[in-house]
Every structure is written in structure tokens, then in C-alpha cells.
């Protein structure tokens, strides 16, 4: 028997990664401007705004800026959030004012996922380390998703290395 997907099926993208760092710290991470504005965007990309208001009913505003790319701002408007165990929020592409926008309009395919739901869930570990697990839900297979996951891992390669520098307030 071998494994296929439909085309056109859903699934879910789902991420782990184990920091050498104990939960709180990569709970700041996720959660800190100072950190987020260090890891959030591909290589290539810096991440000029991080505005984070990490709290159930809340939207943070994140940028990620590539001189190649131009800016791609996007939302996280927050479900629930249980600090230092999970964040459930919907993520949206947006303006610079926080507005969605259709993915089309900013040259995504027709199934990029709108009002997508990402599961972050922090796992303490012993010897002050942490499992997190990014799930994305609801992606088509395909490029985009596969461009997703390699995002998100360069992504947490570079919260490794920002939690390995460690932040200082208003950094």
C-alpha cells in the first residue's frame, strides 16, 4: 500500500523542535517584541515590526521584510493563550495596518489559506529544555505548504540563535 493525498485535500502542517532552553525563555520568545523582531521571517528577511498583544481576544502585527521580497505583514489574533503550554490564534496575511487581505491580491495561489489556525504548544522538558510544536492547519498540499514548513524551520533556527544570545529589554 502506498501513501497518496487527494488533490485538493487538507492537512495539517505540524513542526517540532527541541531548544536547549527552558520554557519560560522560549515562551518569551514566541511572545517578546524584542525576541520575536531577532527569529520571525526566513532567512533573508528581517522583521521590522512586532507588535505582540499575546492574550486571548488580542492581534499581534508582524513584518517580515526581505530587500529582494518587500514587506509581507501578517496577523495572529489570539483564541486562547495559556502561558508557558499553548497559543491558538488565527493567522491571516495583512496591510501594514492590520487589515487581512486576500493572499491573491498579494500574488498567493487561489488555495493560500485564509483564517488559518496555528496551534503553538510548549512542552518542558528535563534538563531546562523545551519541545515546541507548530501546527498550521487546513494547508493544501502542495508548494505553498512545502514553502510553510521550510520558512518555519529557518524560522526556529533562528529563534535557537536568538535564545542562545539571549535578549535584553528593548533590544
Not at 498579494?106 to 493560500?112: A, E, K, R
Not at 504548544?121 to 534538563?127: C, G, H
Not at 505548504?145 to 535578549?167: F, H, I, P, Y
Request: charged fraction near 20%.
Amino acid at each position: 500500500m502506498t501513501d497518496s493525498v487527494t488533490p485538493g485535500a487538507k492537512q495539517d502542517l505540524v513542526i517540532k523542535r527541541v531548544f536547549d532552553a527552558p520554557v519560560e525563555q522560549v515562551w518569551n520568545a514566541w511572545t517578546d517584541p524584542a525576541y520575536v523582531r531577532q527569529w520571525w521571517g526566513p532567512d533573508g528577511f528581517t522583521a521590522p515590526v512586532a507588535n505582540m498583544d499575546v492574550r486571548e481576544g488580542g492581534t499581534s502585527l508582524l513584518c517580515m521584510s526581505s530587500p529582494n521580497f518587500g514587506e509581507h505583514y501578517s496577523t495572529w489574533q489570539y483564541r486562547s493563550v495559556e502561558p508557558m503550554k499553548q497559543i491558538v490564534y488565527i493567522h491571516n496575511l495583512a496591510d501594514r495596518d492590520g487589515n487581512a487581505v486576500d493572499p491573491v491580491s498579494m500574488g498567493m495561489p487561489p488555495d493560500f489559506p485564509q483564517n488559518q489556525l496555528h496551534v503553538i504548544t510548549f512542552n518542558a522538558l528535563s534538563n531546562n529544555r523545551t519541545e515546541l510544536t507548530v501546527t498550521e492547519h487546513d494547508w493544501t498540499a502542495g508548494q505553498m505548504m512545502q514553502m510553510s514548513e521550510l520558512g518555519m524551520n529557518q524560522c526556529l533556527d533562528k529563534m535557537a540563535r536568538a535564545l542562545n544570545r539571549g535578549v535584553s529589554a528593548g533590544s
